[in-house]
Each structure stands twice: as structure tokens, then as C-alpha cells.
């Protein structure tokens, strides 16, 4: 039976990828009517269930739309998308970091019932199995002797380093659990992974732009940064850092090469594999922020600069902060040869991370409940994502530029040059907007054109208003 079923979505799956194929090469076109669910049925050899799930596919994506007594019509084409925004161009220096004020203006109403919030680069609470982790919390408290209360293994439960490991098979990886060191969230991980590579004074590069809780820790530790040019697309330049590395005698290398925050750029594995030789070839360490792996669009998960080490040198990091568990904050580092150093620093700074949420997670892990999840989030992020797309499209002026990434959570916004976006987003937050303004994801204060929104939170009549009311914003400021 349950093959049956399977083989029944599969199939309206695949009309449904048909059609839109058709839609993207303009063989059907904006205002064309499609055939009627029977019809449809009929030439298909599908029953009319599967029809309709195949239209109502493309219709929750912004592709089509069904009208009242006349049936379903083509509503979105690529010749109404938007140009990509250019690849960045950030000053060839290495400086420190002073973009704290900024951070804070745009996240001190970070939970604010009030807002509509674009700036958040997670999962709305509907997305995630709450019930479902609910009751793997419940059996932590009564599996555990303790209550959990204990003080866990400062380098992790070991049940959850198991399932880490296990997940780690989709990218091609085989780490043990003496491997991992599992980590009070992402940040967590890379806070100590750059401590453990690095000393005060040290430059390091990454992409530009990017996720800007990464500046506040190298401003942390007394570090420069690099910011290598990175395209909306592929990702960093591996040949301008090449040049930069002997320039500014680079210590490190941190990228978030899958669905980088904020561009959403995912690099070719064989791009990977190349960066890895070439920093290996300098002995410099790779520090590789992967949070958004699991997040693909596609049909299979993009590999990691992990997959490709040899040496020890990526200390690989994740999360299940951006997936399943917001707030529950379990992270996680592959350190390779590094993993004393990280564990040093652990036991200085937390010592131990929190046991019950562990538990929770290596629970809900080993029920196999975890890839399901991931199927239906990656299915509503997607399918998000193209109606945000597609409203930015339909609403901003005719110049803006925006990124189409393929996975993750967010969108990068180019408008005219004339338009600053730190005033945008004051001048939004009167409306009760919050956006991620461009120049944050800088060191340099660059991209004040630009911005961030993110698609984490399912299309509704409220989303709509609010990208209609930024629209206007920036309409009326020109």
C-alpha cells in the first residue's frame, strides 16, 4: 500500500516538473489556459486526483492560477525574472570590524509580535515537527537517570554524535563520533574553530557579503578580515583569493559555500574540491559553515568542502538551528586535526552544552523522523521562496536585481543606487517591516543598495502586504 502511494506522488511529481519545464522555456506562456483537470487526466493516463495535485503543485509555486468558472492559466514566466545582482566588489584591504550599531538597530525588536519580520533568516515555527519533538523531549526526561540534569560529555552526547555522523553520509562524509564536538549552535562552532586557527592580529578571509555574525567574532578576537569578491551564483573567487592569500599573508579561510546568507550562492562541488587543494597545497585551514546544507532545492545535497579534505585541515560546522530546533541551539564541529585545540577552548568557555536538548535531538534522529522532516521543509521553502521571488519581481521597479537561489532561506535585493537601505529599513520599521539592510553584511559598510529579505515564513495575505508596502516605499523614495 504504501508503495502505491509513493508511486502515485511520484507521479504527479513528475507532471507537475513537466509542466513547469514547459512554462520556463515558454512553450506555455504568460495568460495561456491549461488543459482542464480531466483533460489533463485523460491525455496523462492519471486519475483526476492526481491531476488536481499536479496543478495545485504549480499553483502553490506562483506558477499558474485557477480562475473562477474558466480553469487554470499560466501566471509566472522567466522573461518576467529579474537580472541576477552582480558579483561583489569589496576594497582589496584587510581592516577591522565596526558594524555592532547597525546590527543592533535592525535586531532589537527581533521578536516583536508587532513586526512582520523579513529579517530572519530561520524557519517559522508552523514549519517545524513541534509535536513530534515535543514527545522526544518527554522520553529524554524519562529515559534519563538523571532527568538530564547531569553535566553531558564536553565533547557531546554521544548517542547525538552518532546521528550526526549518520547524517553526514549525505555529503559524502564518514567522521566518527570521536570526530564531531557538538556545540551550543552554529556560532558556537565557529567561534571556536577560528579561536583554535588563529591568533589576535591574523587576517582571514571570506566572502563578501556575508553572514555578519561572523565579522562580530573576528572583531572578537582582535582579527582582520579579507573579503574576497563572491558571485550570486558559484560563490567566492578562488582565483582573487589565491592572490590575496600571499598578498595579506592569510592564517584562514572561512566560507559558507552552500547557500551562502545572505546571496543563497551554492559553489560547484568541483569548485570545492579545487579550493580545498589549493588551501591544503598552503597548509591554511578551512573553516566551513555548512548550516544550510540540508536546505537544497534540487534533487540531491550539494557536497562540502569537508568531503574533499585529506588533510585535516576543514574544520567543518552545522546546525540544527536553521532546520529543526531554533532555539534549542545544538551545533556541531568536524575539527580534523584541530579537534584538541576546539575542545580545549569548550571546556574553557562552556564545558558542556545542553544535555536535555542533546538528548531530545539524538531521540528525534533515531526514530528516522528527521529526513521526512527535511522532505516537507525543503518543499515549503522552495515553494515559498518562488512566491516571494516572483512578488519582488512583480511590485519593485523595473531595475532591481535580485539573486534566485537554490536552497536556504533568503533573498539578496539590488536596488538604484540612489536608494540607501539602512534608511529603507528605518523607513520601513514605521510600517512595522523589518529587513536585513546590506551594508551589515560587510565590514566595509558596502552594499548600502542592497538588502535581505528571508522566505522562512509561508506566503500569506500579510506577506504579500508587506512586500506591496516595500515596494511603495521605494517607489515613492524615487
Excluded at 21 to 45: F, H, Y
Excluded at 53 to 79: F, M, N, T
Excluded at 137 to 148: D, K
Amino acid at each position: 500500500m504504501r508503495d502505491e502511494i509513493t508511486r502515485t506522488d511520484h507521479k504527479y511529481v513528475e507532471v507537475a516538473e513537466r509542466i513547469e519545464t514547459q512554462i520556463e522555456n515558454e512553450v506555455l506562456k504568460v495568460g495561456d489556459k491549461l488543459l482542464s483537470v480531466r483533460a489533463l487526466s485523460k491525455e496523462q493516463g492519471i486519475s483526476l486526483s492526481t491531476a488536481f495535485q499536479a496543478y495545485y503543485a504549480l499553483e502553490s509555486k506562483g506558477l499558474i492560477e485557477a480562475r473562477p468558472q474558466s480553469g487554470y492559466y499560466v501566471k509566472h514566466s522567466k522573461r518576467f525574472m529579474r537580472d541576477l545582482p552582480r558579483p561583489s566588489e569589496p576594497l582589496d584591504e584587510a581592516l577591522p570590524v565596526t558594524i555592532d550599531d547597525m546590527i543592533n538597530s535592525v535586531y532589537v525588536n527581533l521578536n516583536s509580535g508587532s513586526l512582520l519580520n523579513f529579517s530572519m533568516a530561520a524557519p517559522a515555527i508552523e514549519l517545524l515537527p513541534v509535536a513530534k519533538l515535543n514527545k522526544a523531549v518527554a522520553h529524554a526526561l524519562r529515559e534519563s537517570e538523571t532527568s538530564c540534569l547531569h553535566y553531558e560529555h564536553i565533547q557531546g552526547s554521544v548517542a547525538l554524535r552518532k546521528q550526526i555522523g549518520r547524517q553526514a553520509f549525505n555529503w559524502g562524509g564518514t567522521p566518527g563520533e570521536n570526530d564531531i564536538v557538538v556545540t551550543a549552535g552554529c556560532v558556537e562552532a565557529l567561534s571556536l574553530c577560528i579561536k583554535a586557527v588563529t591568533r589576535p592580529g591574523d587576517a582571514v578571509a571570506i566572502e563578501s557579503p556575508t553572514y555578519f555574525a561572523i565579522f562580530q567574532l573576528m572583531q572578537s578576537y582582535g582579527l582582520k578580515v579579507v573579503e574576497i569578491p563572491t558571485d550570486p551564483v558559484t560563490g567566492i573567487d578562488i582565483d582573487h583569493l589565491e592572490q590575496a592569500i600571499t598578498r595579506f599573508d592569510i592564517k584562514a579561510c572561512l566560507v559558507v559555500n552552500n547557500f551562502n546568507n545572505p546571496l543563497g550562492s551554492c559553489m560547484p562541488d568541483d569548485r570545492k574540491e579545487r579550493l580545498v587543494h589549493m588551501l591544503a597545497l598552503k597548509e591554511i585551514p578551512l573553516i566551513e559553515d555548512d548550516i544550510y546544507g540540508e536546505l537544497y532545492f534540487g534533487k540531491t545535497r550539494p557536497k562540502t568542502c569537508k568531503t574533499f579534505d585529506k588533510k585535516g585541515l576543514v574544520l567543518h560546522c552545522g546546525s540544527f538551528s536553521k532546520s529543526l530546533a531554533p532555539g534549542y541551539r545544538i551545533g556541531w564541529t568536524i575539527p580534523g586535526i584541530y579537534k584538541d585545540a576546539v575542545l580545549r577552548l569548550k571546556r574553557m568557555h562552556t564545558v558542556s552544552t545542553n544535555s536535555l536538548a542533546q538528548a531530545a535531538v539524538a531521540n528525534f534522529l533515531e526514530n528516522g523522523r528527521y529526513e521526512l522532516h527535511l522532505r516537507h521543509l525543503r518543499k515549503a521553502l522552495h515553494t515559498q521562496s518562488l512566491r516571494y521571488f516572483q512578488a519582488v519581481c512583480e511590485h519593485f521597479p523595473e531595475d532591481t536585481l535580485i539573486t534566485r537561489p537554490q536552497g536556504g532561506f533568503t533573498l539578496w535585493i539590488e536596488l538604484n543606487k540612489k536608494i540607501n537601505a539602512f534608511k529603507l529599513h528605518k523607513r520601513a520599521l514605521k510600517h512595522n517591516i523589518g529587513i536585513a539592510p546590506g551594508q551589515i553584511f560587510s565590514s566595509q559598510g558596502t552594499y548600502e543598495n542592497c538588502f535581505r529579505i528571508s522566505y522562512g515564513a509561508p506566503w500569506s495575505p500579510a506577506i504579500e502586504g508587506g512586500i506591496k508596502t516595500l515596494a511603495k516605499i521605494i517607489h515613492d523614495w524615487r
